[in-house]
């Protein structure tokens, strides 16, 4: 076995019980570990119906870029790069996960892998070290497989230039990205763009469509209802089946356009710039969960009994996260002790008073039309005469204060322990209220808002330690069944 493969650590798992899921093609490990094949140089997903290598001729990796940097290219047949992978790996400080989670939002194409050090306060050559030992590639290599992917995207679903594809993927050169899509799929992207993929629906003009995978069981219907139910007049809007909202990018705004499918979901992005498509990707991948390791998930939860019905009656729920970490602490500290209808209205007069305006093309649905408000707007608008609470109003101007002057850390891949800390120091906010934000803004699985009356109530009788690592997913299933049951 190769000296990158020992070091990949995929846990609980030996060579022995991965070589018969793969023998099985067991979908259920798809995500979780991709396989390289020494006699054709190519890697897989686990499920490929390809014929089975022999044992000594596989090599395990935790993550496609790490079978790339070993020397493989992607299976053209099983298309292992659409899989969202979230491997947990085995890393007692937590940095690795932080690492790949950063990476995967774009961090090291706006920094530089020395600005992801920092952001982790590790030196470069420390993080360096943890990403070959535990996962086989560096940061670099990382960051090279995500633009590569995106770029693979594009490449299949829309008509753009190749030379756009490029430079909206994050490639500095049209040579550099032929070089990486050689030997990341084999093919040069002309030739991978022979047979364009055609769009579900037709777009409207200025839109691009994309289905974005999704690894199975998806509940989409339930995560955009959970969205839905939530929507801030003028910046969100909800159906029944499709959900709207504007989007803050670093070249402008946008508006997200979603619709779930099967093993997808669905997606209409409406912006001036191309420069919204990557920041667009990821703020999707970041509200639906898609990266979920939804079959560990499930395996988890089914410990506990009443869980386990849960998990039977409404496989692949996920966890609602967010687009921005800021506009979930202000939805937080809004809904404290209100119900979700209330929360609501005093959002949308928040966002009024304090949210820009975006352009909407002529003929284009005017029910969202504003950005949610940033942190230095609310920290500088008038907050009084909106219906809040005196104490209410001074929670949000302190937090907004905070967050404008970069001193709370609501990022997924943040140090979750330091941000939870940051939280409660600020005034009216407590142990909901970061929890509630580590749930769905840092994207931490674990997260409990023990304190919320539904969860106190839902979860009486459930053993909630024997819960962990996946309390976040358990309080989704609870907060779903007790909405449904009392409709």
């Known amino acids: 076995m190769s000296p990158t493969a020992l070091r990949t650590s995929i846990p609980g798992y030996d060579a022995e019980s991965l070589y018969r899921a793969v023998a099985s093609r067991d979908r259920r490990f798809d995500g979780r570990f ?258 979920a390791d939804i079959e560990a998930v499930e395996t988890g939860l089914s410990g506990s009994g009443e869980m386990r019905a849960m998990v039977r009656r409404r496989p692949g729920l996920r966890v609602p996260g967010a687009v921005d970490g800021w506009e979930i602490l202000v939805r937080a500290i809004v809904g404290q002790q209100v119900s979700v209808a209330a929360a609501r209205t005093f959002l949308g007069r928040i966002v009024e008073r304090c949210g820009p305006e975006i352009d909407r093309p002529p003929g284009e649905d005017r029910s969202v039309h504003r950005l949610f408000p940033s942190a230095e707007a609310m920290a500088e608008g008038d907050l009084d005469g909106l219906g809040l609470t005196g104490r209410r109003v001074a929670t949000l101007r302190a937090a907004a204060e905070s967050a404008a002057a970069g001193a709370l850390l609501l990022e997924p891949g943040d140090d979750l322990s330091e941000a939870r800390r940051r939280l409660v120091a600020l005034p009216g906010i407590g142990p909901w209220t970061a929890e509630y934000v580590a749930l769905r803004a840092l994207a931490d699985p674990d997260a409990w808002p023990g304190t919320d009356l539904v969860l106190a109530r839902a979860a009486s009788g459930i053993d909630v330690e024997r819960l962990r690592p996946w309390r976040a997913y358990a309080g989704v299933h609870l907060w779903t069944r007790y909405s449904e049951e009392t409709a």
Request: charged share 20%.
């Open 34 to 291: 991709v396989l390289g094949v020494t006699s054709t140089g190519i890697y897989c997903r686990p499920s490929c119906l390809a014929r089975t290598p022999k044992p000594e001729n596989v090599r395990y990796y935790a993550l496609p870029a790490a079978a790339v940097a070993a020397g493989f290219r992607a299976c053209r047949r099983c298309r292992p790069d659409r899989v969202s992978p979230r491997p947990h790996i085995a890393d007692e400080t937590g940095l690795v996960d932080r690492a790949l989670v950063l990476i995967g939002q774009g961090v090291v194409d706006d920094a530089g892998v020395a600005g992801l050090a920092e952001r982790m306060s590790v030196s470069e050559r420390h993080l360096h070290r943890l990403l070959m030992t535990s996962v086989g590639t560096g940061a670099l290599g990382l960051a090279q497989a995500r633009r590569a992917q995106v770029a693979r995207t594009l490449l299949e679903q829309t008509v753009l230039p190749v030379t756009d594809v490029a430079f909206t993927s994050g490639f500095g050169s049209l040579r550099q990205f032929n070089d990486v899509m050689r030997a990341e799929y084999g093919a040069s992207p002309s030739e991978l763009r022979r047979h364009p993929a055609k769009p579900d629906r037709p777009a409207n003009a200025g839109s691009l469509t994309l289905r974005l995978p999704v690894t199975v069981p998806w509940d989409g219907g339930r995560l955009l209802a959970f969205l839905g139910t939530r929507a801030v007049t003028g910046v969100e809007a909800y159906d029944g089946d499709r959900y709207v909202r504007t989007l803050a990018t670093p070249s402008g705004s946008a508006v997200l356009e979603l619709e779930p499918g099967e093993g997808a979901v669905h997606v209409q992005l409406t912006a001036a710039d191309l420069g919204a498509i990557g920041p667009a990707m990821v703020a999707v991948r970041r509200l639906c969960d898609l990266a």
